[in-house]
């Protein structure tokens, strides 16, 4: 398991496995569950860590792909042949439109289903700073602003990397 899948909050790993029905997003694994979380922009080449840029895929995929976009990898692999020979048509077609269409629709049922976990996340986020907020009171006033300064630079962190990855 990567530092990032260890990272990722548990419902959004849950999320993203059970998009496409649990299926590889780029190779339908042929009755192997995904069991990876990738990228499909990667991050050094500006992919967020954000839920609509997280697809499921199978490790073969996922480790074949590695740092490469979609369409790349595709090129390199040209017609590789996935599991018994078998590029599955159900799952995509194999030209560069199909494979493209099959992610967007995979990042799209991803969206879908991360609505009401996301809705949970807030409000359990909402829930902490109320926590904090109590907290707050009982410090004193050097050790609230140190606090605060610190929320902001995480806050201004965020926003900069949401801003950076055009999420």
Not at 1 to 11: F, G, H, I, Q
Not at 97 to 120: F, M, P, S, T
Request: aromatic content about 6%; overall charge positive; charged content about 25%.
């Amino acid at each position: 398991m990567s530092d990032y899948e260890r990272a990722l909050p548990a419902w959004v790993r849950a999320v993203v496995l059970a998009a496409g029905g649990g299926w590889c997003t780029y190779c339908g694994s042929n009755g192997i569950r995904a069991e990876a979380v990738d990228h499909v922009v990667p991050l050094h080449l500006g992919g967020a860590h954000s839920i609509t840029n997280l697809v499921p895929s199978c490790r073969s995929c996922n480790s074949s792909k590695r740092d490469r976009t979609v369409l790349g990898w595709r090129r390199s692999i040209h017609r590789r042949i996935f599991h018994n020979g078998v590029w599955p048509n159900e799952v995509a077609d194999y030209t560069e439109e199909g494979a493209l269409a099959n992610v967007r629709r995979i990042q799209d049922d991803v969206a879908k289903l991360a609505r009401e976990h996301q809705a949970d996340a807030v409000e359990k986020l909402l829930r902490r700073v109320a926590l904090i907020g109590m907290n707050l009171q009982h410090l004193t006033a050097g050790q609230r602003a140190d606090v605060l300064e610190a929320m902001r630079v995480l806050c201004d962190e965020f926003a900069s990397d949401r801003v950076s990855h055009g999420a």
